[in-house]
């Protein structure tokens, strides 16, 4: 039994997973959360009998989510039931809309509608994306970063150029494609997820291989489910959990963290003690708001060559009528790819006539949405960092993007919205305390990989760690996850001498 105690800042999925792997352990772990909830981006809310998920809205890589939960001996089952989406999702182009098939004989059959000859490449693409999905899943983004020496593996060294690592997605793609849909539809998830395609490393083409392969699936109940199945397996592993705990300080007494200070009006003093603390929040947020400037790992100049993965403008919707002919998932690839990319990541400006996407839980799921009624959830991916998202800016966008749904869905939509509430830039600052009010954390280019990113250890504070988006692996919630158990390993492994 190890009774040390752990402080972990922040119960967002890399957080709670961090917090149980640890009290697995034998450590006696605290988790700090500025919310009244569990969940961090992942939260959810209620308003006029629709339950909104605030954040994330696909679930891929089944496989991540069974091995956590199968290492405190459950199942995903044990906490809530998935159903896979076919189509996985329809994409709305200028001309006719596409459903993406399940299977993958019928999107092989798509593809060689599109592009004759492309399903034999398809198949090879999808081939080396099974590599690089194994071995990156099971290497790789189990890695701490902390030193190149872990690298040495034979299978990573053996496979280092089918790894892809130093040739782009984008080149990758268009060297097999010539098609626009395939080349679009094949670079989606990296431009919604991370960097313009020619910045990210083939390697991301796993991505693909959870896409295609692995499929999209849906946790009955709203992905808020996911969180409430980790929170019980942490509670019951001993995790202690407070909440509306908003933290104000890391305390630091001969360069070793020994507390961890919250805003109390009750107690303007309250100190959490600990032997560990853990950094589940803001990795930038941490180390400038929370650490004496002499603790600090990076400076600010560091932090403003980063390169972030985008933020959004969201919007929750309830509509007093259900949407004929409606999926799940709907992307909005109707206007130009390369200019909303250009303006994500290279000119960082607000999008002239934005891609977006529409979420839909209520065709899936009957719980979400009063009978007859339809849950939306409108995203649009904009730069980090970019200031002026009031009210007046958030209605245009709102405008444009409806108006453009009417037109695909051939349907009136604005008269019938009864609820609807925005979310953008400024509140992912606000209420996660978000570097530039990013969404998803560092951009997966091959500058920020692995040992290239902001470190899971302190440089300057020996017992303190941070694990999230802003740290190895990087964004999305299956690498939050494994974000969680590496970084306790790292604990486990400085601490149990």
């Known amino acids: 039994m190890n009774n040390k105690k752990v402080v972990v800042i922040g119960a967002g999925f890399a ?49 991540v989510f069974e091995r956590y939960f199968n290492q405190f001996n459950k199942k995903v089952s044990d906490y809530y039931s998935l159903e896979r989406l076919n189509p996985s999702y329809r994409i709305y182009w200028q001309d006719n809309p596409m459903d993406i098939p399940a299977d993958y004989k019928e999107l092989k059959a798509l593809f060689e509608e599109l592009e004759p000859g492309s399903s034999i490449k398809l198949e090879l693409f999808i081939k080396e994306a099974a590599y690089k999905y194994e071995v990156g899943i099971n290497k790789l983004v189990h890695k701490p970063g902390r030193s190149i020496t872990e690298f040495i593996d034979l299978d990573l060294i053996s496979g280092l150029f089918r790894l892809d690592v130093f040739n ?39 991505m693909n291989y959870a896409d295609i392969i692995g499929g999209t699936w849906y946790p009955k109940g709203g992905m808020y489910e996911i969180v409430d199945g980790m929170y019980k397996v942490a509670v019951e592993q001993g995790v202690k959990f407070v909440f509306n705990q908003d933290v104000s300080e890391i305390v630091i007494e001969n360069g070793k963290a020994v507390g961890v200070k919250v805003k109390s009006l009750s107690n303007p003093n309250l100190n959490y003690e600990a032997d560990i603390v853990v950094g589940g929040a803001d990795y ?14 990076y400076s600010d ?6 390169t972030m993965a985008p933020s959004c403008l969201l919007y929750y919707v309830g509509l007093n009528k259900k949407l004929t002919g409606l999926t799940h998932h709907s992307l909005y690839f109707d206007t130009s790819f390369a200019i909303h990319g250009d303006e994500i990541y290279t000119n960082k400006q607000w999008p002239t006539n934005p891609l977006f996407y529409v979420g839909a839980p209520s065709v899936t799921d009957k719980t979400v949405a009063p009978e007859g009624k339809e849950n939306l959830f409108l995203l649009i991916p904009v730069a980090s960092g970019l200031k002026g998202d009031d009210e007046t800016l958030r209605d245009k ?8 749904m009417e037109s695909h869905l051939q349907q009136s939509i604005k008269s019938s919205v009864i609820y609807e509430k925005s979310f953008a830039v400024s509140d992912f600052i606000s209420e996660y305390n978000a570097f530039k009010g990013n969404a998803y954390g560092l951009a ?3 500058l920020q990989t692995a040992i290239l990113k902001p470190s899971c250890k302190s440089k300057k504070v020996n017992n303190l760690f941070f694990t999230g988006q802003l740290t190895v692996p990087g964004p999305g919630v299956p690498p939050s996850l494994i ?15």
């Open 397 to 404: 966008y709102f405008e444009i993007i409806i108006e453009r």
């Open 301 to 306: 100049e560091y932090w403003e060559n980063r």
């Open 284 to 297: 930038h947020f941490i180390e400038t708001k929370l650490l004496p400037q002499k603790y600090r790992s």
């Open 15 to 63: 957080g709670i997973s961090v917090a149980s792997f640890l009290a697995k352990d034998g450590f006696d772990v605290t988790v700090l959360e500025k919310h009244s909830m569990p969940g961090g981006r992942a939260r959810k809310f209620s308003a006029k009998g629709f339950t909104f998920d605030m954040g994330p809205s696909w679930y891929w890589m089944p496989d």
């Open 444 to 446: 997966n280019t091959l």
């Open 483 to 497: 974000s969680g158990e590496v970084v306790a390993k790292e604990v486990i492994k400085t601490y149990r001498r």
């Open 168 to 206: 782009s997605i984008k080149t990758h793609v268009r060297k097999l494609f010539k098609n626009e849909k395939i080349r679009q539809l094949l670079e989606f998830p990296v431009l919604f997820l991370g960097a313009l395609a020619e910045n990210t490393p083939a390697l991301y083409s796993l």
